[in-house]
């Protein structure tokens, strides 16, 4: 049952806003360049509360116990000392940290979400991830950020291929500016779009990522 309350729990219900919860994987060595940072959109829904209470649940969703942990943080704990973002940080044996966070986006698609306020069906989700090579070599240091959300496929593509540019931005603006299917050999995983490199060495990397509930 969902952790909010009944007040909330509204069939085909519309908001203004979608809150996806978002997981991420931090490994304690590098990624060999080429691979995208390790994120998967768990959710999306219309009402913060249904959101919280899915983050709380989503590393016992993916199967994750509290045995692969050597410690385990949520927002529920009083001296939660994280941004607002995220609700559960937790760090593996393995030395790999965990986070997930909830990320919030107009829902300028109208989006209804089911009696516990979630958004179901198939989504198609751009996201910007920004590798900081400049500050960081190992390119351990990265965020990414839902840039959009389609139910159809070829409109996420469409928004993915334009995400990185706008009237002052063009792909001149970048030293690489890599598009897929432009040309063969390509670096990244296949779900990558765009990459892009600024002048002084940051990574862009816009992705689509397809999710059916």
């Not at 959109?41 to 993916?62: D, K, M, S, V, W």
């Not at 942990?69 to 927002?75: A, L, V």
């Not at 965020?143 to 995400?163: I, L, Q």
Request: aromatic letters at 8%; proline letters at 4%.
């Amino acid at each position: 049952m969902s952790g909010h309350s009944d007040s909330h729990r509204h069939s085909n219900h519309h908001n203004k806003n979608l809150y996806h919860v978002k997981r991420v994987v931090h490994r304690p060595s590098p990624d060999p360049r080429g691979t995208k940072p390790n994120v998967l959109i768990c959710g999306t829904y219309t009402f913060l509360p249904g959101a919280r209470q899915a983050a709380l649940r989503a590393l016992a969703n993916e199967g994750y116990t509290p045995d692969l942990f050597e410690t385990y943080h949520s927002r529920q704990e009083p001296e939660w000392i994280h941004e607002d973002g995220v609700v559960v940080e937790a760090k593996a044996l393995s030395g790999e940290v965990f986070m997930v966070l909830i990320e919030t986006e107009p829902n300028s698609l109208g989006l209804v979400s089911d009696n516990d306020g979630m958004v179901t069906g198939t989504l198609y989700y751009v996201i910007r991830t920004v590798i900081d090579y400049y500050n960081d070599r190992s390119g351990n240091k990265w965020e990414t950020f839902v840039e959009g959300t389609f139910r159809d496929g070829v409109a996420a593509e469409k928004a993915a291929r334009s995400c990185l540019l706008d009237a002052n931005v063009s792909r001149e603006s970048f030293t690489e500016y890599d598009v897929n299917n432009e040309k063969e050999g390509r670096l990244w995983d296949d779900d990558v779009v765009v990459h892009a490199v600024a002048a002084n060495g940051t990574n862009y990397l816009v992705s689509i990522q397809e999710k059916s509930l």
